[in-house]
């Protein structure tokens, strides 16, 4: 038998405490693989020939199950990493619940839902649908988290997420029962699911922007439907926002939906029905009964006839649920960074398709792409959080210029000198009084040379015109260096009500970059101090196998020195100058982890409280 070696032993304590203190807590979870045993799942019924393509992606050809034959989320690695929801809360916002529903009732939580139809005299406490019409919210509940592996039904993208449920009295829908609902038990319910938008545009919704706001800043992350009205969602207060997820429709074919609403705004898409009404719609849980949506044989709290992008929100909200698992720690940015830098391009020969400064594709009418749920929990769990974020810009500008139908473009400069990695941009235009904001063409150039369209000429969608000021959104410029000469156009394309531009503001936020000395201790180059960091400093020291990344003064030796500088760049002080001799002793590999552990420790622990 072979004796046990000190040495080894010191350095497997000091690697059960660097997985402790760096790994997120869902990781840290027991998990076993989940594999669906839903009948409804692959399909084969009639009126549902083909399950939950958008799950899976797979169809019957011939008789035989194929793979990759529509657009998929790609879930079933996170499946079968464990990752189904188990510990997150969706909070859907629509008109109601059959709490009792088969699929639904194992996931429900009544401490979470409130039906805010309280509002018009309703009991606060019964969620249950009420109208004849009140079906929409079944089926968005089930895309999100209908209870899977028990044998019925289907299976939702995050299946054993707890599902509560914000009802909205459509019939008698107030703009306080949207903002209520938005904001409520924002610390509790993880992720919200809001399958719904103004149908015109430019209409004021200033309330629900402050109620996005205070439920991101809650900790709540807010996915919201880009619209069906193939018009620009960024001229959509509520989904203009940069604190919200907005989802676009994608169609079996690969391509943008012809309803779907498209901008800047658009963070990602999902699958959904190829048209609004009656082309390969999506299966999902329905109301019983006539009053539900029906047309699957034999399954009559089930439907395959639900679509839009109310369809392809709740599957988004469930993929969300799933990197909220896999990483607690993160908000509503650190779910955006999962999905931006892991969705998948579709529709590659489309023109729309733009590659920033930064290197990230963007096209209005996707967003960073289809969503891919396994390639995004793989990052949240390897990855913390962005840095706290910081927001800059060029403060109020007046410009005071007419702007002449269908005359020449006029434009704006102005400088910033930030540096920080851009995540959303914010443009206010003000107008004067009465103006048509659907005759013009409003475009944001950064200074490298991306473009970004905010307003689209679009005279059948000009809404109000009441407001004289309007905040678009952007996600385009995603990670590029702001620093530099930004430029601002906009053309009149329709004649008649020439309008004047009166003035503007910009404001960018970004995630506050590592100081140098820290960017010295990313030695894998991800812009991420993080464990991978911490074992190639150990692995110099003697501690595993490593490279020679972590000479951060590039004096050809891995020493006291180097270590000294990283565990100053975790916030625990520096106790000898950054280049020591040399011949500096090393602390024995036990006592050099448990001084890092404090240092990573405390770092984890500033980056909790972060604002």
Not at 580 to 604: C, H, I, M, N
Request: charge should be negative; charged fraction near 15%; aromatic fraction near 8%.
């Amino acid at each position: 038998m072979r004796e046990p070696n000190p040495g080894m032993l010191a350095r497997g304590a000091w690697a059960i405490l660097v997985l402790i203190a760096l790994a997120p807590l869902g990781s840290l979870q027991a998990r076993g693989p989940f594999i669906p045993n839903d009948p409804l799942y692959f399909g084969g019924q009639g009126g549902n020939e083909n399950g939950q393509t958008y799950l899976h992606g797979k169809k019957w050809v011939g008789g035989e199950l194929l793979d990759d034959q529509a657009p998929h989320i790609n879930v079933l690695g996170a499946w079968a990493a464990g990752y189904t929801g188990q510990g997150v809360v969706i909070g859907i916002v629509d008109d109601g619940l059959e709490t009792a529903h088969e699929d639904l009732a194992p996931n429900f939580v009544a401490e979470h839902s409130y039906n805010f139809g309280a509002l018009v005299g309703q009991d606060p406490t019964n969620v249950e649908p009420v109208n004849a019409g009140d079906r929409h919210g079944m089926a968005a509940a089930g895309i999100a988290a209908a209870r899977g592996g028990n044998g019925l039904g289907i299976t939702g993208a995050a299946p054993h997420a707890s599902l509560s449920v914000l009802r909205i009295d459509w019939s008698e829908a107030t703009g306080d029962m949207f903002t209520q609902a938005t904001e409520y038990h924002s610390d509790q319910i993880q992720v919200k699911s809001h399958s719904y938008s103004h149908s015109l545009s430019y209409m004021d919704d200033h309330e629900m922007v402050v109620a996005n706001r205070n439920s991101a800043a809650a900790g709540c992350v807010n996915v919201r439907a880009a619209g069906n009205g193939h018009v620009n969602a960024n001229a959509k207060h509520a989904q203009a926002d940069r604190t919200a997820i907005v989802v676009a429709a994608l169609g079996s074919d690969g391509q943008a939906t012809d309803y779907s609403n498209f901008g800047a705004n658009v963070f990602v898409t999902a699958p959904s029905s190829d048209t609004l009404y009656n082309l390969n719609q999506i299966t999902t849980t329905d109301r019983s009964g006539a009053d539900g949506f029906n047309g699957i044989s034999g399954y009559d709290s089930y439907t395959n006839a639900f679509g839009g992008t109310s369809a392809s929100t709740p599957a988004v909200a469930g993929v969300a649920a799933l990197i909220l698992q896999a990483n607690p720690d993160l908000d509503v940015r650190g779910v955006k960074y999962a999905l931006a830098e892991t969705s998948r391009m579709v529709d590659a020969d489309h023109s729309g398709w733009q590659t920033n400064g930064a290197g990230y594709s963007f096209n209005p009418l996707y967003g960073f792409g289809l969503v891919d749920a396994t390639a995004a929990v793989e990052y949240a769990a390897a990855h913390t959080g962005p840095g706290a974020e910081i927001s800059f810009g060029s403060g109020p500008v007046v410009v005071g210029q007419a702007i002449a139908d269908i005359g020449p473009v006029v434009t704006r400069t102005f400088t910033i000198t930030d540096t920080n990695p851009l995540e959303s941009v914010e443009l206010d235009i003000t107008l004067a009084d009465e103006p048509h904001w659907g005759n013009y063409d409003i475009y944001l150039t950064s200074p490298l040379g991306t473009t970004s369209q905010l307003a689209y000429n679009e005279v059948h969608a000009p809404g109000s015109f009441e407001l004289t000021s309007w905040e678009f959104s952007s996600a385009q410029f995603w990670g590029e260096n702001p620093s530099g000469q930004w430029t601002i156009s906009i053309q009149d394309l329709v004649a008649e009500n020439s309008g004047t531009w009166q003035g503007y503001e910009f404001t960018g936020y970004a995630a506050l970059t590592m100081p140098e000395l820290i960017t010295m201790g990313d030695t894998d180059g991800d812009h991420d101090v993080d464990a991978v960091d911490y074992s190639n400093l150990m692995a110099q020291f003697g501690c595993s196998p490593g490279d020679d990344s972590a000479d951060f003064n590039n004096d050809g030796i891995v020493d006291l020195s180097d270590f000294t500088i990283l565990r100053g760049n975790f916030g625990y002080g520096t106790s000898t100058s950054q280049d020591a001799p040399d011949t500096a002793t090393v602390p024995e590999p036990a006592t050099l982890s448990l001084l890092a552990f404090g240092a990573l420790t405390l770092r984890r622990r500033r980056h909790r409280c972060k604002g």
